[in-house]
C-alpha cells in the first residue's frame, strides 16, 4: 500500500520561507504524479500544485505562481513544496497526494498523506 507522510511544517512569521517534505513508500514513486493541497480552517481542501513523474512539468494554482516551487527527487521517493514570502493567508494544512494519471490536474488523487500544519503570523 501506498504511503505519504508530510514533514516540515511550523509556525513561521509573513515574509518567512518554509519547505515542506512529502517521502511516498509502497510503491513505485517515479510512477506518480505528485501534487499538493492545503486546506484551512474552515475552508475546503485547495490545489496548490502538482509535478509530473520526471519532474520536468509542474503546475501552479495562481495565488501561488512565482512564490511556491515544487521538486522531486525519484532516488529518495520525496517531493517538496519550497514556500516563500509567506503570508498569514497560507495558513493551512498541507497535504501531499499522489495519482498515476497523466494528467497534472487538480482531480483523481489516489494516494493521501496526513498533512502538515503551517501556520504564518502576521
Known amino acids: 500500500q501506498v504511503q505519504l507522510v508530510e514533514s516540515g511544517g511550523g509556525l513561521v512569521q509573513a515574509g518567512d520561507s518554509l519547505k515542506l517534505s512529502c517521502v511516498v513508500s509502497?510503491?513505485?514513486?517515479?510512477?506518480?504524479?505528485m501534487g499538493w493541497f492545503r486546506q484551512a480552517p474552515g475552508k475546503g481542501r485547495e490545489f496548490v500544485g502538482a509535478i509530473d513523474w520526471s519532474g520536468s512539468r509542474t503546475y501552479y494554482e495562481d495565488s501561488v505562481l512565482g512564490r511556491f516551487t515544487i521538486s522531486r527527487d525519484n532516488a529518495k521517493n520525496t517531493v517538496w513544496l519550497e514556500m516563500n514570502k509567506l503570508v498569514p493567508e497560507n495558513t493551512a494544512v498541507y497535504y501531499c497526494?499522489?495519482?498515476?494519471?497523466?494528467?497534472?490536474?487538480?482531480?483523481?488523487?489516489?494516494?493521501w498523506g496526513q498533512g502538515t500544519q503551517v501556520t504564518v503570523s502576521s
Open positions: 497526494a499522489s495519482k498515476m494519471r497523466p494528467s497534472l490536474t487538480p482531480t483523481a488523487y489516489d494516494y
Open positions: 509502497g510503491g513505485t514513486f517515479s510512477d506518480y504524479n
